[in-house]
């Protein structure tokens, strides 16, 4: 079968934009990365019309499965701005298992959709692999995944991505649980902006006339675009070593909406979370708010604002000495109180925040 042009040997898929050999050139090359992810209950590899995973040899009993599907939003605008595609995998796969541990599920497989105009093997080879060591950083498998070429969907050079991942627990030790009054929060810190609010960080960026390639004014050494592109943070290891021990009532994931509009999602009716103490900021989001002049209320709405993960304890001392030894900085930011009314819906009061604009 040629390939050749339509003059010669009649219209193919290549003539209207699709080629298949690449799309072949593509599993052979990303074959590697994600052979690297296997772990127990892997069965089989890429390349078949569906992946099985045995829960049985994952060493589960009496398992509950959960699942998260999610994107890195605008981030990847920037990613194809820049030409920098090597940590956008590792924001897709984060930006799942991060949801699938504050269920106290452990991540057991992930899928990609990776959606383009035209089929750049050495972009998607690239965007791939960071996938793969975002599942290999999770102890998680990446068992399969979805490309496509669409000619006349994406602008050229353009890609969309999304990602799928599924975990486990056992049914009698899922999260939330037992949360009370009293409880303790703790806050492990994010790496950035993660994948959340790149709408106006981008519209920052270009009401201040920067481009990529300027220096970050809060990263010396990294481009205003390298920056940037800091993946987010993945929180597999300590959170799931916490849950194991026995310590966490509930944790919440910080993505988009903050901390008002994560951290009340895990809580039930007739207590509010009340952050009484500051926290490290890094310098990207003081950088945000005097750039752009965005209030603080409207950082905290839109960004993780140094916060990525916060963990609700009643042995904050256990917890915080597990964290130490595993070198994982923690703050202490504040607690789980009764409501007033013992039937409202969960809240967020803020008796402590940093001014953005001075931190």
């Not at 703790?186 to 994948?195: F, K, M, Y």
Request: glycine content about 12%.
């Amino acid at each position: 079968m040629t390939s050749s042009s339509s003059s010669s040997s009649g219209l193919t898929y290549r003539d209207s934009g699709v080629d298949i050999e690449a799309g072949e050139a593509l599993i052979d090359a990303i074959r590697p990365a994600a052979s690297a992810t296997d772990r127990p209950g892997t069965m089989g590899g890429l390349g078949g019309f569906g992946a099985l995973f045995d829960l049985k040899a994952a060493g589960f009993k009496d398992p509950v499965l959960v699942s998260c599907t999610d994107g890195v939003g605008t981030k990847l605008t920037l990613a194809i701005e820049t030409d920098l595609h090597e940590t956008i995998g590792i924001d897709l796969v984060a930006m799942c298992v991060n949801d699938l541990i504050v269920q106290g599920a452990e991540p057991l497989f992930f899928l990609d959709y990776f959606a383009t105009g035209r089929l750049s093997v050495d972009n998607a080879t690239r965007i791939v692999r960071g996938i793969a060591q975002g599942c290999k950083d999770s102890g998680c498998a990446l068992v399969g995944g979805e490309t496509a070429e669409m000619p006349g969907m994406y602008a050229d050079g353009h890609y969309d991505l999304a990602g799928f991942s599924v975990g486990a627990a056992e049914r009698d030790n899922l999260l939330p649980r037992s949360i009370a009054a009293g409880d303790t929060l703790i806050a492990l810190p994010s790496s950035g902006i993660h994948s959340n609010g790149y709408s106006l960080a981008r519209r920052i960026v270009a009401d201040a006339h920067l481009t990529w390639t300027d220096p970050a004014a809060f990263a010396p050494g990294q481009s205003l675009g390298e920056a940037l592109l800091t993946p987010t943070r993945l929180y597999v290891k300590p959170v799931l070593a916490l849950h194991r021990a026995g310590l966490l009532h509930a944790a919440a994931h910080i993505t988009g909406g903050g901390l008002p509009g994560n951290l009340p999602r895990v809580l039930p009716n007739g207590l509010d979370a009340v952050i009484t103490a500051e926290w490290p900021v890094p310098g990207v989001f003081s950088w945000l708010a005097r750039t752009g002049n965005v209030e603080n209320e409207e950082m905290l709405r839109v960004f993780n604002c140094g916060i990525g993960m916060v963990l609700i304890t009643d042995k904050p001392d256990d917890v915080l000495a597990m964290l130490r030894e595993a070198g994982e900085p923690a703050t202490v930011i504040g607690h789980i109180e009764q409501a007033a009314d013992s039937t409202a819906k969960a809240g967020l009061k803020m008796q402590a925040c940093p001014d953005f604009h001075q931190v």
